[in-house]
C-alpha cells in the first residue's frame, strides 16, 4: 500500500505531496462529533430549514424538471459486487464488508454532486427576492414561481458564480430556468462541452488563463460592482454546504432499506471526492449528524491538487495554496483541479473529517474503465477519486465502504469514448 500518516507532524508527508506520491493521512486533530457539534458554524436546525426549504420548491421543481417526478432532487445507492471482485483482483486483498455507489452522478437536472448545493442556493437567493417583493409567501404553492410574472421579476437580478464545470452547470441551468440573467467565471481547464451546455441555455460564459482561484476572485469582484448581482461563491457559502449537508442526512433512509446497519459494532466509511471542499464537507456534516462518530469519511484528492490536505496539516487553511509546494495543479479530474480550499470547509472539518488520501490521475483511469467494464457505468475521471478508499480500509469487519460518485450523466458520448480510451493507452490496452 501508498505511505500512510496518522501525524500532521511527520516531515516525510509534506516530502511525499511535493512528490505527487499517493499518501492516506489519518486525522490526528479529529474530535468526537458531540463534542464539538456547538463550536461549527452550521446547526442541525439549519441543516433541516434547509430540507423544508427544498420541500417548498418541489411544486415549483416538479412543473419546470417533468423528469423529477416528485420535486426531489435525489439520487440512488446500491451495491456494486462486480466492481468489488475487480478492486479485489487487482489489489489481491479481500474487501470486507458491503461496497455501495452513491449515485450524485445521476442526480436531476445536471447530474452531478453540485446539484445539491448549486440549486438549493439559488433557490434560496429566489425565494428570499420574491418575499421581499411580496410576491410570495412560504405558505404558497411554489409551483406558481414558473409564470410569467415571476420570471419577468426575476430577469432584474444578476447570478454569479466561478466554476472549473460542474458548479458552474448547477448555478447556470436552475437560475436561466428561474428568469435570472447569468455570468459564469470559468478557469481554462474547464470541459468545452460544459461551456458550450450552458452558453445553449443562454449563460453567459467569461474564461480566465489562470485556475479555479483566479476565476472565483475574478467573479466576486466583477459581482460587487452590480448592486443587483448575487454571487455564489464556492469558497465561502454556507448555503452551498447546507444543501450538500441535506444529501448527508437523506442517506439513512436509503441504507435502511438495504438493510444496512450503521452502529458502533457496524462501521460506515464514506470516500468523497474533495475539490475546494465544499461538497464533501456538507455531505460529510450531514452524515455525522445522523450517524455520529459511527460513519468515518475521507476525502480524495489528484497528486497535483491536495489542496484540502494541505490546508489541513499545515492548519493554514484557505491561506495557502498548492503552489506554494512548487505543486501544479493540473490533473484530469476538472472539478478536483483547485490550487485553494475553501474556508467555511476547513475550518468546519479541521477536527471532523477522519482522513485525507491523494490518487495520481492514471489510476482514475484505472477505475473508469474498470467500472465501465464491470458495471456499465460511466462516471466523470474526478468521480472515482474515492475508489481507493476501500483498498485502505478493506480488512476491517462489519464495515459498509461508500464511494460517492460525484457526475457524469450529462457528459457527452464523444467525451465518454475519450476516457476510454486514454484509460486503455494508460493501461497500454488494445
Known amino acids: 500500500m501508498n505511505y500512510v500518516f496518522k501525524s500532521r507532524e511527520d516531515p516525510l508527508l509534506i516530502s511525499k505531496i511535493k512528490t505527487l506520491e499517493e499518501v492516506m493521512w489519518i486525522n490526528d486533530h479529529k474530535m468526537k462529533f458531540k463534542d464539538i457539534l456547538s463550536t461549527l458554524p452550521i446547526s442541525y436546525e439549519d441543516v433541516i430549514d434547509a430540507e423544508a426549504r427544498l420541500q417548498r420548491f418541489a411544486p415549483y421543481i416538479r412543473k419546470e424538471f417533468p423528469e423529477v417526478k416528485d420535486g426531489i432532487i435525489e439520487s440512488p445507492v446500491h451495491e456494486i459486487n462486480k466492481m468489488k471482485k475487480r478492486l479485489e483482483c487487482d489489489y489481491s486483498r479481500k474487501i470486507k464488508g458491503t461496497l455501495l455507489l452513491k449515485r450524485d452522478d445521476l442526480l436531476p437536472i445536471v ?8 440549486i438549493y442556493e439559488v433557490l434560496k437567493h429566489a425565494e428570499k427576492l420574491a418575499i421581499e417583493n411580496i410576491m410570495l409567501s412560504i405558505d404558497d404553492d411554489y409551483s406558481v414561481l414558473s409564470e410569467e410574472r415571476y420570471k ?9 458564480v466561478g466554476s472549473t464545470g460542474n458548479l458552474g452547470l448547477s448555478i447556470g441551468i436552475i437560475s436561466a430556468k428561474i428568469g435570472f440573467k447569468v455570468v459564469v467565471h470559468m478557469s481554462k481547464d474547464a470541459k468545452r462541452w ?3 451546455l450552458l452558453r445553449s441555455k ?3 460564459i467569461v474564461e480566465y488563463d489562470g485556475d479555479f482561484s483566479v476565476a472565483i476572485e475574478e467573479g466576486r469582484k466583477r459581482s460587487k460592482e452590480d448592486p443587483n448581482s448575487y454571487f455564489v461563491d464556492d469558497e465561502n457559502s454556507k448555503d452551498l454546504f447546507l444543501g450538500y449537508a441535506v444529501g448527508g442526512i437523506r442517506i439513512k433512509q436509503q441504507l435502511s432499506k438495504l438493510n444496512i446497519i450503521v452502529d458502533e459494532d457496524h462501521p460506515l466509511y464514506v470516500y468523497l471526492p474533495c475539490g475546494v471542499g465544499g461538497s464533501p464537507g456538507g455531505i460529510t456534516f450531514g452524515l455525522k449528524l445522523i450517524y455520529g462518530d459511527n460513519v ?3 476525502f480524495a484528492e489528484p497528486t497535483h491538487s491536495p489542496a484540502m490536505l494541505l490546508a489541513l496539516i499545515t492548519g493554514l487553511f484557505d491561506k495557502v495554496s498548492v503552489n506554494d509546494f512548487g505543486l501544479d495543479n493540473k490533473t484530469e479530474a476538472d472539478g478536483l483541479a483547485v490550487g485553494r480550499a475553501s474556508s467555511l470547509a476547513t475550518r468546519t472539518m479541521n477536527n471532523v473529517v477522519d482522513g485525507i488520501f491523494t490518487v495520481e490521475d492514471k489510476r482514475l483511469y484505472t477505475f473508469l474503465k474498470t467500472s465501465v467494464d464491470e458495471e456499465n457505468i460511466y462516471l466523470e475521471p474526478s468521480a472515482f477519486a474515492g475508489f481507493l478508499g476501500p483498498i485502505y480500509f478493506s480488512e476491517i469487519d462489519n464495515i459498509s465502504h461508500i464511494c460517492w ?3 457524469g450523466s450529462l457528459v457527452p458520448t464523444y467525451e465518454r469514448k475519450r476516457d476510454y480510451e486514454k484509460a486503455l493507452s494508460l493501461l497500454k490496452i488494445k
Open 405 to 407: 460518485a460525484t457526475g
Open 194 to 196: 460544459k461551456k458550450e
Open 111 to 118: 447530474g452531478s454532486v453540485k446539484a445539491r448545493g448549486g
Open 296 to 298: 468515518r469519511c475521507f
Open 202 to 204: 443562454g449563460v453567459k
Open 152 to 160: 419577468k421579476f426575476f430577469s432584474n437580478f444578476t447570478v454569479q
